[in-house]
Nanobody, 125 residues
């Protein structure tokens, strides 16, 4: 069973940057999508960005242009570079895996079968 472990969360000022990492415990074979989700207190979990095994990627609209998802297959790690952070980006960020590369539903948390523990991101105004 593949395990995912997030790291890199912390505090940043508004306009600042953070880079999150999601390390897999073993090689994940295609087809696969790895996505970042976030959940703020009292809100539903929402999709942030997803990367597919063919290196294609997709973003939620509000994150496009500020966040960049990437992967290093040798290191079995997916990254989320977050720039121009806003206080509303404050949330617990999770990475997750699903055994599919279909773009449809790729930012829907229901489709994902393996989840990390999450890492907290706090952006101060």
């Amino acid at each position: 069973q593949v395990q995912l472990q997030e790291s890199g969360g912390g505090s940043a000022p508004s306009g600042g940057s953070l880079r999150l990492s999601c390390a897999a415990s073993e090689i994940i074979y295609a087809p696969v999508s790895i996505a970042w989700f976030r959940q703020a207190p009292g809100k539903e979990r929402e999709g942030v960005a997803v990367i597919f095994d063919d290196d294609d990627m997709a973003y939620a609209g509000s994150m496009k242009g500020r966040f960049t998802i990437s992967q290093d297959k040798v290191k079995k790690t997916v990254y989320l570079q977050m720039n121009s952070l806003k206080p509303e980006d404050t949330a617990t960020y999770y990475c997750a895996r699903r055994p599919s590369r279909a773009h449809a539903g790729s930012l829907d948390p229901v489709a994902y079968t393996t989840w990390g523990q999450g890492t907290q991101v706090t952006v101060s105004s």
